[in-house]
């Protein structure tokens, strides 16, 4: 028996995923949402239907208006990174139940995804690169703004009531 290290991961595994996929009762994937009840976020289900810049993606996720809700933002680096199933054999390392990761005009996967987190040193000189994650092998790398051009995927805090306003239970 060891003995008791004053950390709670001694007794705490971690916190087990509870995805919500939302439809609306719809076929088209670009209305539904990801509710994940773990880490308190809703997703957008699918992506940009193209490649941004990171200026650019931080303008598409603010515009967004999904589900009733107007507070869509680009998630940062470690909101990126709970997209990563790490206990997943194979790849993709990602939830693929829960988030559109195939194109629908090609069926081809894609995996990487701007995140709102700017990187202050790179290779490319401070200030002009941000942080994108590749879910695909679930790891993160800094990519200038322009040149290297993920897709975004919004994200936003669950505020209370808003189960309710997309049909599910608190």
């Not at 060891?2 to 991961?9: F, L, N, P, S, T």
């Not at 589900?67 to 390392?93: C, K, M, Q």
Request: net charge negative; aromatic share 18%; proline share 5%.
């Amino acid at each position: 028996q060891i003995e008791y290290a004053g950390q709670d991961g001694q007794y705490q595994a971690g916190v087990p995923r509870d995805f919500a996929l939302v439809t609306f009762g719809s076929e088209d994937v670009e209305r539904w949402v990801t509710i994940d009840r773990a880490t308190g976020l809703m997703w957008q289900y699918s992506y940009s239907s193209t490649q941004l810049f990171w200026e650019d993606a931080l303008a598409y996720c603010e515009e967004l208006d999904l589900a009733g809700f107007s507070d869509w933002r680009l998630p940062n680096i470690f909101e990126l990174a709970t997209l990563a199933n790490y206990g997943h054999s194979g790849l993709p390392v990602t939830y693929r139940d829960y988030f559109l990761w195939k194109r629908p005009e090609t069926g081809e996967w894609f995996y990487d995804l701007w995140s709102a987190t700017p990187s202050y040193y790179s290779l490319f000189g401070p200030g002009v690169c941000a942080w994108s994650h590749d879910a695909k092998i679930g790891h993160a790398s800094v990519e200038g703004f322009q040149g290297w051009d993920p897709y975004a995927r919004a994200v936003r805090r669950i505020q209370p009531g808003d189960l309710e306003m997309v049909g599910l239970t608190e």
